[in-house]
C-alpha cells in the first residue's frame, strides 16, 4: 500500500499543518475620535485592546514585539505582535516583557501601548507578583498616560501552568519525539486512559497526524543525450571496477601458484631426505603435519587455480574434471594395431564415466524426490508434529542469525571479548613466521550467512503455504515488527500502513498519541512535570472548602471556568469529576464554559470592559494627580480589589 492510500484511510486523522505565510497589509485604522469621551482602554497580558464598548477588543494580537535594525535602510524597526514573523532578523529578535510572572522589560510595556489609545488604561495583572516589579508596571502606565491605570485583584490562587506553558510543554514532547524532524517546530482518570495506551491497537486508534508543509523533489527530465552520457559513464566505471577486480585476482591467484610450486619442490625433495627428517621438514615449514595433507592441498588448490582460470577466460566452469578420449570419434581407417586397442579401452572407459554420472545423478534426484515424499508424508499425517519441527529450524536459524549479528556489533567495541579475541588473533599471526602461508578461510561468514538466509526464506515459505496457523506475524520480519509495535505506533502509529523512509510526506509528519493525554492533565497534576504544585481541581477543592458552609454552597452553584485552555474537549467533566469527591456529599455543583457559546479566550477581557462601565469602575480610576502625589504602590479601594466581595 502507498503512502498516499496509508493516509486515505487514515481519514480525519490527519491535520495538515498551513505553510507560514506573513500578510504585509496593516491592521485598517479605527477613527478613535468617534469615541471621544467614552469609557477607558481595557488589556490584559496577552495584548487585546479596545474601547469597553465593544463585543470584542479592536486588537487582538500576541503580547511579543521585535526591535531591530533593518541594514537595508538604515534605520530602526519596531514590529508588534503577528508581524514579528515578517523577516529573519525580526524572528529572531522577539521578545515579551515577561519572564513567568515578572515585568523584566518595561520599555516593551510602553511599545506596546503605542499600539493602543492614548487614554486611561485598566489592567489585571498577574498574581503574586513582587513589589518592585509591579511598581514598574505602574510606573512606566504613568509616563505614557494622563490616566493612570487601576489594577483590581481578588483573592486567588493559581498554578504556574497555563496555554502558553502547555504549548512548550507540546513542543518539548515532539522535538524528544522525534530528533531528527527535518524542520524546526515552533510554538487519576489520565493515568488509566495512558495506560490503556499499552496496547498498539489502542494507540494507533486515536493518533493525530499533523501534517507539515514539504516540497516534493522534482523529477528532471534527462535528454536521450544526457542519459545516454550517464550510461557511458556508469560503463566506464564498472570496466574500471571490473580492472581493479581482475588485478587483485590474478595477485591472488599468483601467490597461489607460487604457493603450490613451492609446496612440489618441498615434496621433491622427498628422495633426498630420511623419512623421519622429510617429516619433519614438513611439519616445521608448512601449514601442514603430514605428507598426505600436503599433496591433497595441491591437488584441492590445482583445482581451484584451473577453475579460476577458466573463469577469468570467460568459461563456465567445470563442475568436474571430464577425462577425454580422443580415439573414440576416430575412424578405425585411420588408427594402427596399438590405436585400436587404446580405442577399444578408451571407449569401456567412457562407457563406465557415462554411466556413473547417470547413475550419481539418478540418486541425486532419487534422494530429492525421497525428501520430498517423506516430508509429504510426515505432513499429511501429522501436521502439527511436521509444523513444530519446522519452527524448530526456524528458531536454530534465527537465533545462528542474531548471534553472527550480535559478533559483527561487539566487533565495533574495542572493549568487547570478541574484539580483544580477534586483536589476540592477529597478534598471534603477526608473530607467526608462517602465517603467510596459512590457509585462509575466505567468505565463510558471508556464505554462512547466505545460506542460512535462503534456508529461512525456504522454511517461512512452507509454513505459510501449508500450516493454517502460521501467518505474517510468525515469520522474523513479523516477529521484529511486532515486538517494536508499541514504539512503532508511538512515533508513527495512524497511519494504516507501514512507514515508509523514502516518503517525503511521511518525512513530514508529526504523529500526536500519548501527548494528546499528558499535556492536558498538567493542569490536574502538575507534578507530572516537575512542578511543585497542586492541580487545579485540588486547588479549587481547597478554596471552596475554606468558606462557610452557606457561602460554599453559593460558590459551587457559579463555577465559570475561562481562558482560551478551556477549549479542551472534556475539561468541564474533567474539572467536575475532580471536585466531587472532595465537596459535600450530594451537593449540588454546576461548572460553566463561556457564556453562550463565545470565544472562551475574551471572557476576562468582557468581564473587565463591563466592570469598567459600570460607576464603580469609574470611581476607582488612579488620575495622574493622586498617582504623582500618592506613588505606585497607592490604589483605591473596590469590592473587587484586596478583599473578598462576601
Given at each position: 500500500?502507498?503512502?498516499?492510500?496509508d493516509?486515505a484511510t487514515?481519514?480525519?486523522?490527519v491535520?495538515?499543518?498551513p505553510?507560514?505565510?506573513f500578510n504585509?497589509?496593516?491592521q485598517?485604522?479605527?477613527?478613535?475620535?468617534?469615541?471621544?469621551?467614552?469609557d477607558?482602554?481595557?488589556?490584559?497580558?496577552?495584548w487585546?485592546?479596545?474601547?469597553?464598548t465593544?463585543s470584542?477588543?479592536?486588537?487582538?494580537?500576541?503580547?511579543?514585539?521585535?526591535?531591530?535594525?533593518e541594514?537595508?535602510?538604515?534605520?530602526?524597526?519596531?514590529?508588534?505582535g503577528?508581524?514579528?514573523?515578517?523577516?529573519?532578523?525580526?524572528?529572531?529578535n522577539?521578545?515579551?516583557m515577561?519572564?513567568?510572572?515578572?515585568?523584566?522589560?518595561?520599555?516593551?510595556?510602553?511599545?506596546?501601548?503605542?499600539?493602543?489609545?492614548?487614554?486611561?488604561?485598566?489592567?489585571c495583572?498577574?498574581?503574586?507578583?513582587?513589589?518592585?516589579?509591579?511598581?514598574?508596571?505602574?510606573?512606566?502606565?504613568?509616563?505614557r498616560?494622563?490616566g493612570?491605570?487601576?489594577?483590581p485583584?481578588v483573592?486567588?490562587?493559581q498554578?504556574?501552568?497555563?496555554?502558553?506553558?502547555?504549548s512548550?510543554?507540546?513542543l518539548?514532547?515532539?522535538q524528544?519525539?522525534?530528533?531528527?524532524?527535518?524542520l524546526?517546530?515552533?510554538?487519576?482518570?489520565?493515568?488509566?486512559e495512558l495506560?490503556?495506551?499499552?496496547?498498539?491497537?489502542k494507540m494507533?486508534?486515536?493518533?493525530?497526524?499533523?501534517?507539515?508543509?514539504?516540497?516534493?523533489?522534482?523529477v528532471?527530465e534527462?535528454?536521450?543525450a544526457?542519459?545516454?552520457?550517464?550510461?557511458?559513464r556508469?560503463?566506464?566505471q564498472?570496466r574500471?571496477?571490473?580492472?581493479?577486480?581482475?588485478?587483485?585476482?590474478?595477485?591472488?591467484?599468483?601467490a597461489?601458484?607460487?604457493?603450490?610450486?613451492?609446496?612440489?619442490?618441498?615434496?621433491a625433495e622427498?628422495g633426498?631426505?630420511?623419512?623421519?627428517?622429510?617429516?619433519q621438514?614438513?611439519?616445521?615449514?608448512?601449514?601442514?603435519e603430514?605428507?598426505?595433507?600436503?599433496?591433497?592441498?595441491?591437488k584441492?588448490?590445482?583445482?581451484?587455480i584451473?577453475?579460476?582460470q577458466?573463469?577469468?577466460?570467460?568459461?563456465?566452469?567445470?563442475?568436474e574434471?571430464?577425462?577425454?578420449f580422443?580415439?573414440v570419434?576416430?575412424?578405425d581407417?585411420?588408427?594402427?594395431?596399438?590405436?585400436?586397442?587404446?580405442k577399444r579401452?578408451?571407449?569401456l572407459?567412457?562407457?563406465?564415466?557415462?554411466?556413473?554420472?547417470?547413475?550419481?545423478?539418478e540418486k541425486?534426484?532419487?534422494?530429492?524426490?525421497?525428501?520430498?515424499?517423506?516430508?509429504?508424508?510426515e505432513?499429511?499425517?501429522n501436521?502439527?508434529r511436521?509444523?513444530a519441527?519446522?519452527?524448530k529450524?526456524?528458531?536454530?536459524?534465527?537465533e545462528?542469525?542474531?548471534?553472527?549479528?550480535?559478533?559483527q556489533a561487539?566487533?565495533?567495541?574495542?572493549?568487547?571479548?570478541?574484539?580483544?579475541?580477534r586483536m589476540?588473533?592477529?597478534a598471534?599471526?603477526?608473530?607467526?613466521?608462517?602465517?603467510?602461508?596459512?590457509?585462509?578461510k575466505?567468505?565463510?561468514?558471508?556464505d554462512?550467512?547466505?545460506?542460512?538466509?535462503?534456508?529461512?526464506?525456504?522454511i517461512?515459505?512452507?509454513?505459510?503455504?501449508?500450516d493454517?496457523?502460521?501467518t505474517?506475524?510468525?515469520?522474523?520480519?513479523g516477529r521484529?515488527?511486532?515486538?517494536?509495535a508499541?514504539?512503532?505506533?508511538?512515533?508513527?502509529?495512524?497511519?494504516?500502513g507501514?512507514?515508509?523512509e523514502?516518503s517525503?510526506e511521511?518525512?513530514?509528519?508529526v504523529?500526536?498519541?500519548?501527548?494528546?493525554?499528558?499535556v492536558?492533565?498538567?493542569?490536574?497534576?502538575?507534578?507530572?512535570?516537575?512542578?511543585d504544585?497542586?492541580g487545579i481541581?485540588?486547588?479549587?477543592?481547597?478554596?471552596?472548602?475554606?468558606?462557610?458552609p452557606?457561602?460554599?454552597?453559593?460558590?459551587?452553584?457559579?463555577?465559570?471556568?475561562s481562558?482560551?485552555?478551556?477549549k479542551?474537549?472534556?475539561?468541564?467533566?474533567?474539572?467536575?469529576?475532580?471536585?466531587?469527591p472532595?465537596?459535600p456529599y450530594?451537593?449540588?455543583l454546576?461548572?460553566?464554559?463561556?457564556?453562550?457559546g463565545?470565544?472562551?479566550?475574551?471572557?476576562?477581557?468582557?468581564?473587565?470592559?463591563?466592570?469598567?462601565?459600570?460607576?464603580?469602575?469609574?470611581?476607582?480610576?488612579?488620575t495622574?494627580?493622586?498617582?504623582?502625589e500618592k506613588?505606585?504602590?497607592?490604589?483605591?479601594?473596590?469590592?473587587?480589589?484586596?478583599?473578598p466581595?462576601?
Amino acid at each position: 500500500m502507498s503512502s498516499d492510500q496509508d493516509l486515505a484511510t487514515s481519514g480525519s486523522k490527519v491535520i495538515h499543518f498551513p505553510e507560514g505565510t506573513f500578510n504585509p497589509e496593516p491592521q485598517p485604522p479605527f477613527d478613535y475620535h468617534s469615541l471621544d469621551g467614552q469609557d477607558p482602554v481595557i488589556w490584559s497580558h496577552s495584548w487585546r485592546a479596545g474601547f469597553s464598548t465593544m463585543s470584542k477588543p479592536y486588537i487582538d494580537n500576541p503580547n511579543v514585539i521585535a526591535r531591530y535594525r533593518e541594514r537595508k535602510i538604515g534605520k530602526n524597526m519596531l514590529l508588534f505582535g503577528n508581524y514579528v514573523d515578517a523577516d529573519a532578523n525580526s524572528r529572531s529578535n522577539t521578545r515579551n516583557m515577561f519572564d513567568g510572572d515578572l515585568l523584566i522589560h518595561g520599555d516593551l510595556l510602553v511599545s506596546q501601548r503605542v499600539q493602543g489609545f492614548a487614554d486611561a488604561v485598566g489592567m489585571c495583572p498577574r498574581l503574586h507578583v513582587p513589589y518592585p516589579w509591579h511598581r514598574l508596571g505602574s510606573d512606566r502606565a504613568a509616563d505614557r498616560y494622563d490616566g493612570t491605570p487601576d489594577e483590581p485583584a481578588v483573592h486567588e490562587s493559581q498554578i504556574p501552568f497555563g496555554g502558553a506553558q502547555a504549548s512548550e510543554l507540546m513542543l518539548k514532547l515532539v522535538q524528544l519525539k522525534y530528533p531528527s524532524f527535518p524542520l524546526k517546530i515552533t510554538g487519576g482518570q489520565a493515568t488509566s486512559e495512558l495506560r490503556s495506551l499499552e496496547d498498539p491497537v489502542k494507540m494507533a486508534e486515536m493518533t493525530k497526524i499533523v501534517q507539515f508543509p514539504f516540497t516534493q523533489p522534482e523529477v528532471v527530465e534527462k535528454s536521450e543525450a544526457e542519459i545516454a552520457a550517464a550510461l557511458a559513464r556508469r560503463k566506464e566505471q564498472g570496466r574500471r571496477l571490473q580492472e581493479m577486480q581482475a588485478k587483485q585476482r590474478a595477485e591472488k591467484l599468483a601467490a597461489k601458484i607460487a604457493e603450490v610450486e613451492e609446496f612440489k619442490a618441498l615434496l621433491a625433495e622427498r628422495g633426498s631426505m630420511k623419512k623421519a627428517e622429510f617429516a619433519q621438514r614438513i611439519y616445521d615449514s608448512t601449514p601442514f603435519e603430514t605428507e598426505a595433507e600436503v599433496e591433497a592441498y595441491i591437488k584441492k588448490t590445482e583445482a581451484e587455480i584451473k577453475r579460476k582460470q577458466r573463469k577469468d577466460l570467460g568459461e563456465d566452469p567445470e563442475p568436474e574434471e571430464e577425462p577425454t578420449f580422443p580415439l573414440v570419434d576416430r575412424p578405425d581407417e585411420e588408427l594402427n594395431e596399438e590405436e585400436l586397442k587404446e580405442k577399444r579401452k578408451q571407449r569401456l572407459m567412457k562407457a563406465g564415466w557415462e554411466a556413473r554420472v547417470k547413475a550419481r545423478n539418478e540418486k541425486q534426484k532419487e534422494k530429492e524426490r525421497l525428501l520430498e515424499r517423506l516430508e509429504i508424508e510426515e505432513r499429511t499425517n501429522n501436521l502439527e508434529r511436521w509444523s513444530a519441527k519446522l519452527r524448530k529450524e526456524q528458531d536454530e536459524v534465527i537465533e545462528r542469525m542474531k548471534e553472527r549479528k550480535k559478533r559483527q556489533a561487539q566487533l565495533g567495541d574495542r572493549k568487547s571479548a570478541a574484539a580483544q579475541n580477534r586483536m589476540k588473533s592477529i597478534a598471534a599471526l603477526a608473530a607467526d613466521s608462517n602465517g603467510g602461508r596459512k590457509r585462509k578461510k575466505g567468505d565463510e561468514d558471508s556464505d554462512a550467512e547466505e545460506d542460512d538466509a535462503a534456508a529461512l526464506e525456504s522454511i517461512e515459505a512452507r509454513l505459510l503455504e501449508f500450516d493454517p496457523s502460521f501467518t505474517e506475524d510468525d515469520t522474523m520480519e513479523g516477529r521484529v515488527r511486532r515486538k517494536n509495535a508499541l514504539l512503532n505506533n508511538f512515533v508513527r502509529g495512524g497511519t494504516g500502513g507501514r512507514y515508509d523512509e523514502e516518503s517525503v510526506e511521511q518525512s513530514y509528519q508529526v504523529h500526536l498519541n500519548v501527548e494528546r493525554i499528558r499535556v492536558p492533565e498538567t493542569w490536574f497534576q502538575p507534578s507530572m512535570f516537575g512542578m511543585d504544585s497542586a492541580g487545579i481541581g485540588e486547588m479549587s477543592g481547597w478554596i471552596l472548602n475554606g468558606f462557610e458552609p452557606d457561602i460554599r454552597e453559593r460558590l459551587m452553584q457559579c463555577i465559570v471556568l475561562s481562558g482560551g485552555s478551556t477549549k479542551l474537549p472534556g475539561l468541564l467533566q474533567r474539572t467536575r469529576n475532580t471536585l466531587t469527591p472532595m465537596l459535600p456529599y450530594r451537593k449540588p455543583l454546576k461548572i460553566y464554559g463561556a457564556v453562550g457559546g463565545d470565544d472562551p479566550r475574551l471572557e476576562a477581557w468582557r468581564g473587565m470592559a463591563e466592570w469598567a462601565r459600570s460607576p464603580e469602575g469609574r470611581s476607582a480610576l488612579v488620575t495622574r494627580a493622586e498617582y504623582d502625589e500618592k506613588g505606585s504602590e497607592w490604589l483605591k479601594e473596590h469590592a473587587w480589589g484586596n478583599v473578598p466581595p462576601f
